[in-house]
Structures are given as C-alpha cells and as structure tokens.
Nanobody
Framework: VQLVESGGGLVQPGGSLRLSCVAS????????MRWYRQAPGKERELVAS?????EYADSVKGRFTISRDNRKNTLYLQMNSLKPEDTAVYYC???????WGQGTQVTVSS
C-alpha cells in the first residue's frame, strides 16, 4: 500500500510541469486525493483536492489543475505559469490510513 510521486524537476519561471502519483495496494477510485507542498522553513500546505471536481489554494487557482485516472490508479497535478514561490517538495495524500508519498522536488528558478 503506497503512493509514489514523480515528475518534479527544475523549471524556469513561467514554465510548466506535470506531477504524477501512482497508487498501489488499494482500490484507488473511491478516495478523495490531495496534493500538498512544503517549502523550506514553512509548514506543509494543501495545494489541491479532488473534492467537488477540484478545490485549490488561492495561490494556485487558475494555474494548477488536479485530475485523476482511476484506470491507471494515478493522480496528476498540472502546473502552469510556475513562479519561484511554487518551489517546494510536493506530496500526494489520500487512500486508506491517510497515506503520504515520499515527495517530489519542484524548483522554479532562472
């Protein structure tokens, strides 16, 4: 039973990345899933949730899109118009016993 994120990396301001989170060991489709992020020296914050078709932090509204493919047991986060303040480790969360992935680093810098 685990969540495994991928897709992070270094991108210039204004660029895009798509994060993926593959779930295994449990039935993925019934669960609400979320993306969180944690920047250095800051608390972990909720970025997006699959609730009600997508709920977003104010700081990412209009730029990020959460989606899922239940056939592939995969959660996605499409991130556009990236800003330096989006730099953080991004975590996938959800499933039984409130699972967390290991995180994937996103760095936005020129």
């Amino acid at each position: 039973v685990q969540l495994v994120e991928s897709g992070g990396g270094l991108v210039q301001p204004g660029g895009s990345l798509r994060l993926s989170c593959v779930a295994s060991g449990f039935t993925f489709s019934p669960y609400r899933m979320r993306w969180y992020r944690q920047a250095p020296g800051k608390e972990r914050e909720l970025v997006a949730s699959t609730t009600s078709g997508g709920e977003y932090a104010d700081s990412v509204k209009g730029r990020f899109t959460i989606s899922r493919d239940n056939r592939k047991n995969t959660l996605y986060l499409q991130m556009n118009s990236l800003k330096p303040e989006d730099t953080a480790v991004y975590y996938c969360n959800g499933g039984p016993n409130n699972l967390w992935g290991q995180g994937t680093q996103v760095t936005v810098s020129s």
